[in-house]
């Protein structure tokens, strides 16, 4: 077993859209980014390739990169799946918590859970979101950005765990 952890920030600004874990939110602000600027995702992507000794995600998608100007997030976790399974390791689990004074989360959770999960091919109970406020305080508490933080813990395919 291998565990990795990631983390992403991206600053809220007006004139953007607001995606999260691969869902789109209503919001009147949006993160401001060279992609879609998903956190969640990025965070994502991070404690994967951590986990898999495969550096970040600046290597693998640097934002010098004009191929990737505002490129859906779902493509590059879907690459960094990819990446993983070359090395013969496979997804058990990820755990994300997301910190944002707004909007709520909450409505949204079980969402993204299924769509974190379908990017990756496992089952949606291997994926978990909980989200903070900081209670008002720093950047996050004043509406200035989002941030999330993951966990991820590859292993090896189900199919060679019995061999």
């Known amino acids: 077993m291998r565990i990795g952890a990631g983390y992403d920030v991206h600053r809220l600004v007006s004139g953007r859209k607001l995606v999260l874990g691969g869902v789109?939110?209503?919001?009147?602000?949006?993160?401001?980014?060279?992609?879609?600027?998903?956190?969640?995702?990025?965070s994502i992507c991070d404690a994967l390739l951590g986990?898999?000794?495969?550096?970040d995600i600046g290597l693998h998608f640097p934002d010098s990169d004009p191929s990737y100007k505002d490129i859906d997030s779902a493509?590059?976790?879907?690459?960094?799946?990819?990446?993983?399974?070359?090395?013969?390791?496979?997804?058990?689990?990820i755990d994300i918590t997301i910190f944002a004074q707004e909007?709520?989360?909450s409505p949204y959770r079980e969402k993204m859970e299924k769509r974190i999960a379908e990017i990756l091919g496992i089952e949606a109970d291997r994926v978990n979101v909980k989200?903070?406020?900081?209670e008002g305080l720093g950047p996050f508490g004043r509406g200035e950005g989002i941030?999330?933080?993951s966990v991820a813990l590859l292993g090896k395919p189900s199919s060679e765990i019995n061999q």
Do not use: Q
């Open 24 to 42: 789109r939110i209503p919001f009147e602000m949006g993160l401001e980014g060279h992609s879609d600027a998903d956190v969640v995702l990025h």
């Open 51 to 55: 986990a898999a000794g495969l550096g």
């Open 75 to 93: 493509v590059l976790l879907r690459r960094v799946r990819e990446a993983i399974e070359k090395k013969a390791l496979a997804v058990r689990n």
């Open 103 to 105: 909007p709520k989360i």
């Open 131 to 134: 989200a903070t406020t900081t």
């Open 147 to 149: 941030a999330a933080a």
